[in-house]
T-cell receptor, first 114, second 111 residues
Framework: GAGVSQSPSNKVTEKGKDVELRCDPISGHTALYWYRQSLGQGLEFLIYFQGNSAPDKSGLPSDRFSAERTGGSVSTLTIQRTQQEDSAVYLCASSSYTWERGYTFGSGTRLTVV | SQQGEEDPQALSIQEGENATMNCSYKTSINNLQWYRQNSGRGLVHLIL?????REKHSGRLRVTLDTSKKSSSLLITASRAADTASYFCATFTSGTYKYIFGTGTRLKVLA
């Protein structure tokens, strides 16, 4: 597609429920990233996918968080047994090897855990 | 983890004035980028500066990089109300394959 698409744009869930967040990157972009941004804060790196290589999961805050990227395209970030501290905007970005253009970000999913 | 820290955290100026934001980082980098974020959602890439470059321009934007001080600055000249946003620096270190973002500067341009 023309841009990075994320869904849903907003998600309200009850504490303890599982949620799935979806990211559809730009076609042809080999790298895909997930970041988390809490209210008024900077971006916190979560996970990075590059082609068929093993993902860099070093930023995932706990084992309740997992992500997969199917067929080198769409990615799903799953949060199990959500907690109130998981409330944040989850941003997905994709990029090619041409760093000059930087990342292309989606509009994010605002997750609220009540 | 935060690699970069922007200074100031918030800045309020009048339309037409220049806005300067600074970013300091901790480890050696390959390149540094600046992004703008409107309304707390998706970020837009503004400019990239490589570690062997000292200054770069793009329209009303001027970015400098001082690797000896591990710092960068973003200057927006002749600011407009539409420049109101948060601005983030992001650093890339060889071997990490990812950008680490700073804490951001919230800029407000008053009409």
């Amino acid at each position: 597609g023309a841009g990075v698409s994320q869904s849903p744009s907003n998600k309200v869930t009850e504490k303890g429920k599982d949620v799935e967040l979806r990211c559809d990157p730009i076609s042809g972009h080999t790298a895909l990233y997930w970041y988390r941004q809490s209210l008024g804060q900077g971006l916190e790196f979560l996970i990075y996918f590059q082609g068929n290589s093993a993902p860099d999961k070093s930023g995932l805050p706990s084992d309740r968080f997992s992500a997969e990227r199917t067929g080198g395209s769409v990615s799903t970030l799953t949060i199990q047994r959500t907690q109130q501290e998981d409330s944040a905007v989850y941003l997905c970005a994709s990029s090619s090897y041409t760093w000059e253009r930087g990342y292309t970000f989606g509009s994010g999913t605002r997750l609220t855990v009540v | 983890s935060q690699q970069g820290e922007e200074d100031p955290q918030a800045l309020s100026i009048q339309e037409g004035e220049n806005a300067t934001m600074n970013c300091s980082y901790k480890t050696s980098i390959n390149n540094l980028q600046w992004y703008r974020q409107n309304s707390g959602r998706g970020l837009v890439h503004l400019i990239l500066i490589r570690s062997n470059e000292r200054e770069k321009h793009s329209g009303r934007l001027r970015v400098t990089l001082d690797t000896s001080k591990k710092s960068s600055s973003l200057l927006i000249t002749a600011s407009r109300a539409a420049d109101t946003a948060s601005y983030f620096c992001a650093t890339f270190t060889s071997g990490t394959y990812k950008y680490i973002f700073g804490t951001g500067t919230r800029l407000k341009v008053l009409a």
